[in-house]
């Protein structure tokens, strides 16, 4: 399925099927939404923010607006306490319809679509207090991960990011070289090492690589020899 757009919507379609067709509490769906982007590799497009009840997306809460308005899922409002409104989500026949074409459309859909439900099978008989701090406790790490630029543009992100030493000495052995070099010489390694891993020897070593200015086509060795005996 696409990123994006009618991608998303189907989705959602998607995970409401897998789901028994309905999902009780926009703060349950929007976690379920967070974790198969994150943990099950489904390709949501929503960005997400931190929010009180963990990571939340105001446009996968238009989305859900949207599929309400064209009639694909129905809305529930459920009194649960004084002053308090559960809403659930169901997809409706139509909904199901517009879901069965377009995953007929090609195998890589329905690949998708079987992701989905064995994601939703681990979570399915999870509370949703659980779902919201497993949600927010993959939000707070990949806060604190590294994440491997080109450049100072946000445009050059290549893509790669670390959230512990182990993941960081992976990625440096494959990572682009123009992103060593650019984050060698701005000091966001040791920073990194420091601040977030209380790694300050390992940032201090880091930092005296930087000042020996390594040539270009040693720097990824000399770098990984630091960093991975270090992981060991």
């Known amino acids: 399925m696409e990123k ?22 926009r703060t349950r769906l929007q976690k379920m939404v967070y974790l198969l982007k994150n943990s099950f590799d489904i390709p949501f497009g929503f960005e997400f923010r931190m929010y009180f009840y963990g990571p939340y997306s105001e446009n996968l809460a238009d989305t ?39 995953l007929s459309k090609s195998a890589k859909n329905q690949e998708t679509y079987d992701r989905i439900r064995l994601g939703v099978q681990k979570m399915l008989n999870l509370p949703t207090s659980y779902l919201v701090l497993l949600s927010k406790k993959h939000y707070a790490g990949v806060e604190k991960a590294f994440y491997f630029f080109m450049s100072d543009r946000s445009d050059s992100f290549t893509g790669e990011y670390a959230l512990s030493l182990r993941e960081f000495g992976e990625k440096i052995r494959r990572v682009n070289l123009e992103s060593l070099v650019f984050h060698l010489y701005r000091g966001d390694f040791e920073k990194w090492f420091s601040e977030v891993l209380g790694a300050d020897k390992l940032a201090e070593e880091i930092k005296k690589l930087r000042q020996k200015h390594p040539s270009r086509d040693h720097l990824r060795e ?9 992981e060991s």
């Open 64 to 102: 859900l607006q949207l599929l309400k308005a064209v009639e694909l899922v129905e809305e529930e409002k459920v009194k649960i306490a004084e002053d308090v409104i559960q809403y659930n989500y169901e997809i409706t026949d139509i909904g199901q319809q517009f879901l069965e074409t377009y």
């Open 4 to 25: 994006g757009g009618v991608g998303d919507l189907a989705l959602i379609l998607a995970l409401l099927r897998a789901s028994n067709n309905v999902i009780e509490g």
């Open 222 to 230: 000399m770098f990984c020899d630091i960093v991975l005996v270090k």
